[in-house]
């Protein structure tokens, strides 16, 4: 197998693991393309995207371009003479980006396509309940996440898994197969599949902050599943009166009852041991919690920052 060289896309740690394994592999990376260095917080501190720290930790080439039709960057594009570009959490590719090499373009994408076409296909897995989802390799067209499917491979939903539990273990088998792809374009061992057609795929649309605010008139099951789905980031939320203020409350995690009660849907029953948000066919008790302008904590040490239970009311 004649190794490939490797133009490689990316901004987050998802993508920083693919771009580690494919450097770790006998594919050679010729360029490395990020987001450019943000400032925030406070004190505006200058950020680099974590793809951008380990390619310059293994001194490999570094683009951060504004724009990614910019002449003087695509020409330094061409002129590495790259294979294949691989693309992992990227930003949108114009043509005449993703067209360039040879072998064409691909993205890696944290779902079984067709379905879960979007943004945010691990949220939306755990969200719907799925108890397998996998990820997909692709090669890029105009239209997003509609390509022709290179490989794929599954892995379990387990139950005590969250968004950020199955990112990690995505992740991870993201970059096994996207090393795997490399090698299948290197061998001219991989048959492209046009996406199966589906009338109705199920989408993972970007989430915003009114996403994320929890429905609790829904079932038991299904406020399980979205708060994990939303669990760590972006996180879902309830809205609590605490005496004359209103607060968010962030729920990172939680259990359920499924029980029949009289209680009128979203009633909260709480005291020094017990937290209890009624459902339609039960109860939620949140057992790791954040309340606006305080840390993260587990329910007890929530509790324990109380001492008159009846001012604290569902907003």
Known sequence: MKPLKVVFFGT??????????????QHEVVGVVTVAD???????????????????SQKLPVFQPEKLRNRQFLE????????????????????????????????????????YRGAAPINFAIINGENRTGATTFFI??????????????IEILPEDNAGTLHDKLMVLGAEL????????AENSIEEKPQPQVDEPKNAFKIFKE???????NNSESIHNFIRGMSPYPCAFTVL?????????????????LELH??????????????????????????????????????????????????????
């Open 211 to 217: 996403d994320t605010k929890i429905k609790w008139d």
């Open 76 to 115: 330094e594009l061409k002129n590495l003479d790259a294979d294949v570009f691989v693309v992992v959490a990227f930003r949108m590719m114009p043509r005449v980006l993703f067209e360039m090499p040879a072998l064409g373009t691909f993205n890696l994408h944290a779902s079984l396509l067709p379905d």
């Open 262 to 315: 009289k209680n009128e849907v979203g009633t909260l029953e709480i005291s020094k041991n017990n937290f209890r948000i009624y459902t339609e066919d039960g109860f939620y008790e949140p057992q790791e919690v954040q309340l606006e302008g305080k840390k993260r904590m587990n329910v007890k040490d929530f509790l324990n920052g109380f001492r008159n239970f009846d001012e604290i009311k569902m907003a």
């Open 141 to 154: 067209n105009e239209k997003i996440d509609e390509g022709n499917i290179l490989l794929q491979n599954e």
């Open 241 to 257: 009166n605490i005496g004359e203020e209103q607060k968010s409350l962030k729920i990172f995690s939680g259990k359920y009852t």
């Open 12 to 25: 987050p740690e998802f993508a920083r693991t693919s771009l580690e394994a494919i450097h770790n592999s």
């Open 178 to 185: 996207v090393v795997k792809t490399l090698n299948g374009l």
């Open 38 to 56: 943000k400032a925030s917080g406070r004190g505006q501190k200058i950020n680099q995207s974590p793809v951008k720290i380990y390619a310059e």
